[in-house]
């Protein structure tokens, strides 16, 4: 399309919320997670988890997908997220390459710069990175504070949406479905589904885990807690704390 409606600045989005907020990732274990159940708790979602609020009458407060080849692989469910959610957070040209129009608010999405040579010498307070300077890929760790300066990408876009959810104002976010787990099917394919790719294995060390460590060392605090519903999860809970769902009452 040439033209794409209702592009917002994402200054609009930012601290416009507070309190707690659901993360639902595709891992498996969040099959039993109904979002019906918590609908007075916003959520951010994302790729094939859109599934989990199609018929439900929950609309996402967000919605992202960061691989491009999605809404051709799975192109019905790519077409509810568009359909259902108050808000989608997109590359430009994905959106462009798309005959789908947003219902919602629409955000354009872009990567946090490289290091500059200002910040060599000083601690960014918005974009939090790896200091450790002596390795390319750690460069490329870290934790956007202000999406507006670009994001962060750890190879899962569950990592986005934590930074979504920053940005957004929220002080406390529960993941769920964020398992992380490559030989376990997301919770909506099953045998008769064509299945989008997956390098969760080959990133897990490098990027995923390093990205959730500088979360746990150096941005969860007194402004932002993260919990981790999933049970099944390859984060260890001494770096992303895990609850059941008996202990979400204390924290929503």
């Known amino acids: 399309m040439s033209c794409i409606p ?3 600045d994402l200054d609009e989005c930012r601290n416009i919320q507070q309190g707690t907020v659901f993360i639902i990732a595709s891992g498996a274990s969040a099959k039993d997670f ?15 988890a859109i599934s989990k609020f199609v018929g439900t009458g929950v609309k996402p407060f967000f919605y992202t997908c960061t691989d491009r080849d999605f809404s051709n692989q799975q192109p019905e469910l790519f077409s509810q997220a568009m359909l ?3 808000r989608v957070a997109l590359w430009e040209e994905h959106l462009r390459a798309s005959s789908i129009t947003p219902s919602g608010e629409v955000f354009l999405l872009s990567k946090a710069p490289k290091l500059s040579w200002t910040e060599l010498m000083g601690e960014d307070k918005e974009l939090i990175r790896n200091r450790n300077f002596l390795s390319r890929r750690n460069r490329r760790i870290g934790f956007s504070k202000n999406l507006k300066r670009g994001f962060f990408d ?3 876009v569950a990592y986005l949406a934590l930074q979504i959810a920053y940005h957004a ?3 406390k976010a529960v993941m769920v479905g964020v398992d992380l787990n490559q030989s376990a099917r997301r919770f909506y394919e099953d045998r008769t589904t064509d299945l ?8 897990f060390f490098t990027r995923i885990l390093p990205s959730f460590e500088i979360v746990s060392e150096k941005v969860m605090g007194d402004r932002f807690q993260v919990y981790n519903l999933s049970n099944a999860s390859r984060i260890p809970s001494d770096v992303i704390p895990q609850i059941s769902l008996n ?3 204390h924290i929503i």
């Not at 109904?34 to 094939?48: C, L, R």
């Open 154 to 156: 750890a190879r899962t």
């Open 34 to 48: 109904h979002p019906e159940d918590f609908a007075h708790v916003p959520m951010i979602t994302m790729n094939g």
């Open 196 to 203: 989008s790719p997956c390098g969760l294995d080959q990133h």
């Open 247 to 249: 202990e979400l009452g």
């Open 84 to 86: 259902i959610s108050e």
């Open 6 to 8: 209702n592009i917002r």
């Open 169 to 171: 104002g929220f002080t």
